[in-house]
């Protein structure tokens, strides 16, 4: 059995429709279960566990929120976690915890002579930036330290059909404009959150199976990097090509310090999959083909 954590946030409810798919029991909770406080995690876990298996994707995203919210953002992102691992490591249960590329500072790795910068590997040491990644560092720390057997999948710049994310917000305001100002100077990998969904089925199979994979920390995105404009771009051509976007829209790059934010987001948030890769031995699909392939779905809907 699985407890499915977030079950209906946008990787949630994908992984709940692939668990179904391939015949795989779980229970799903969402904000009936209150992660921050220990008592209601074991509650939950006397009345309807058994668990072998728990995947938490709950957390705290509003990365600018963050900032005016501290506290609470902790709680959610480094307590919360704290408390679902030590559970885990109780009831002897596997933990699947979704991290985040906030954990980097965004400058980037370096190698080579002269130095050119690679994607960040799982080896490579944090820096979180600003409140939001600094806590999802600090619960990545909490579910090491009290759940012997984890999994921890940072990812990065995730979208899909059930929840807020760049895609959606960026159909919905080129319906809505003739102009927008997008972001150029950051990079990195957009990932469809089906992908995402895919690849932490494929440790439980796998698990389940009798060929687990190592535990630890891995890192998972789709493949190929872009900036946020040219990604815009890319949403705004295929939206048209498929009849989603009938209206005319003029996309502009502009850098991170003329658009409003309240925190520093990486600049280079670009993640290496070989560990991930050569684990599962799983292909990780293009940005781009998984781009075309989640605008089919909402074409289709």
Known sequence: MIWLIGSRGMLGT???????????????????????????????????????????????????????????????N???????????????SVLVHISTDYVFNGRGMYTGNPPAR????????????????????????KVQEYAEQCYIIRTAWLYGRYGKNFVTTMLGLMGERDRLSVVGDQRGSPTWARDLAEAVTAFIIRGEQGRAAPFGIYHYSNQGDISWFDFAQRIYERGRERGILTGDCRLYPCTSEEYPSRVKRPAY????????????????????RSLEAFLETIKEE
């Open 118 to 141: 690679r994607p960040y590997r799982e080896e490579d040491p944090p820096d979180p930036i600003g409140v939001y990644g600094r806590t999802k560092w600090e619960g990545e720390r």
């Open 269 to 288: 948030s670009v993640l290496d999959k070989t560990r991930i890769k050569a684990a599962l031995g799983i292909p990780v699909p293009e940005w781009d």
């Open 78 to 92: 480094a307590d919360g976690p704290g408390h679902i691992a030590a559970l885990a490591g109780k009831s002897g």
């Open 14 to 76: 994908e992984l709940a429709r692939l668990f179904e798919k391939a015949g795989l029991s779980y229970t799903g909770t969402d904000r009936e279960v209150d992660i921050t406080r220990a008592d209601s995690l074991e509650d939950f876990a006397r009345r309807r566990g058994p668990f072998r298996w728990i995947v938490n994707c709950a957390a705290y995203t509003a990365v600018d929120r963050a900032e005016e919210e501290p506290e609470q953002c902790r709680r959610i």
